[in-house]
């Protein structure tokens, strides 16, 4: 009993302080996650989720689909004219396949609208441009940048100014010929543009920045990146999500974005059950390891087979149709049954045997003396018919059913 008391105190100490961890992860501060995302999942200030969400004010939201795999996987049934593809990532280096999947979408009339702050040099190659990447003196971002559209309904008379956590990439040479100039910074450096590429059209942001929550939420800013869609014409629209990276400061290296682990974690909810979820795998082989009373196995009682054995050697003397042996043993049987329990002899069938057998069994001694008189003809005989030997039988057992 002292014992089973202790455990109970242990197990409730246990809970309290699981409860009080969880307390404590879920109210404490959470660290702000400054990675470049770019995912329409994420809600930390490089992503685009605030983005995504507002979709709807450039084209309808029946129109908007996401791509989370390649464009050659997710566009390889085929390529309508009246498609629109966004990718606003920070790097943009797609392979041979999806390279010729780009191509195609533009000859075959779509809209592209790319924002990337590193191109690959075959995309830089296809639509003939180049472009200078500016961080700032040693930063990774540049302070107080003001981004401004060339149109003149579209422009405003400060332009938007970011006053961190921006980038200010500008293009150095284009083909002024199928080149159209849609956004300058506050130099007047060109920093958008609208490219002619077959039938299609793929428009060039080199500021992905400008197009995440945080810079989004930064006075009117929202403006200029709804103001850099709209150039997209109102329809199919694939948003991408396959190639979103994540940059790591200092490395000039970028990876695939988030593991599954830290999808977890990033979510609130999620990362309160995998606490739980661990409090419990630990509390779970605490008192598992425990030492337990070994299971005590299920002795099953003896089967009798004596009847299971009688019956089937009955069935092998019955298929053998050797009707003669099976009723001599029957009523050799008989005979012993009498002897063993009323002690009386049997190798003398007479009279004064079957009155006596009648008294104590109280059946009629006619009956009797008949049972035997069948009994004792088989010993004369060379055979006997199935019906004589269920004849012999009945009288057999009925001679058992009295005897009870």
């Known amino acids: 009993m002292k014992g089973s008391s202790s455990n109970k105190v242990l197990i409730i100490a246990m809970v309290l302080i699981a409860l009080i961890v969880v307390m404590v992860l879920s109210n ?39 791509s989370h795999g390649t464009f050659f996987d997710y566009f390889i049934d085929g390529v309508g004219n009246s498609t629109n593809l966004i990718v606003v990532n920070n790097s943009f280096r797609p392979d041979d396949d999806d390279l010729f999947m ?32 500016h961080f700032g003196a040693g930063k990774v971002f540049t302070d107080s940048v003001s981004f401004n559209l060339a149109n003149r309904k579209l422009r405003t008379h400060l332009g938007y100014w970011y006053k961190k956590g921006i980038t200010n ?15 300058i910074n506050s130099q007047g450096k060109t920093n958008f543009i609208k490219v002619r590429h077959n039938e299609g059209n793929i428009y060039i942001n080199l500021n992905p920045q400008a197009f995440t929550n945080y810079n989004m939420l930064v006075d009117d800013n929202y403006e200029y990146a709804f ?23 200092g490395s000039g290296e970028t990876v695939r974005t988030r593991s599954i682990l830290s999808f977890v974690l990033d979510r609130t909810p999620l990362r309160m ?32 087979s004596t009847i299971s054995f ?8 019955f298929s053998r149709r050797n009707h003669l042996d099976i009723a001599r043993k029957r009523f050799q049987y008989l005979q012993e049954f009498i002897r063993s329990k009323y002690f009386i002899n049997t190798s003398d069938i007479d009279d004064e045997l079957i009155h006596q057998l009648a ?43 009295q005897c009870k």
């Open 227 to 249: 103001k850099c869609l709209s150039y997209l014409p109102n329809q199919k629209t694939i948003w991408d999500e396959h190639y979103k990276y994540k940059y790591l400061s």
């Open 310 to 317: 009688i019956q089937t050697i009955g069935r092998l003397y």
């Open 359 to 401: 008294d104590k069994t109280s059946i009629p001694a006619r009956s009797i003396k008949q049972l035997f008189d069948m009994g004792n003809n088989l010993k004369r005989m060379k055979s006997i018919s199935e019906e004589d030997l269920e004849q012999l039988n009945r009288r057999i057992e009925f001679f058992y059913e």
């Open 169 to 183: 990439n500008y293009f150095t040479s284009y083909d002024s010929i199928r080149t159209t100039v849609l956004g």
């Open 102 to 133: 780009v191509e195609e979408l533009l000859r075959q009339g779509a809209n592209i609208f790319l924002s990337a702050s590193d191109l690959s040099d075959s995309i830089k190659s296809i639509f003939d441009i180049e472009y200078r990447q």
């Open 28 to 66: 404490s501060p959470k660290t702000i996650d400054w990675t470049l995302s770019f995912s329409k999942q994420d809600t930390k200030p490089y992503g685009s989720k605030l983005l995504f969400e507002q979709l709807n004010e450039v084209v309808d939201r029946n129109n908007i689909q996401t």
């Open 273 to 304: 059950a995998w606490y739980l979820l661990l409090i419990g795998i630990l509390i779970f082989f605490f008192f598992g390891s425990a030492r337990r009373q070994r299971v005590v196995p299920i002795v099953k009682p003896p089967v009798n």
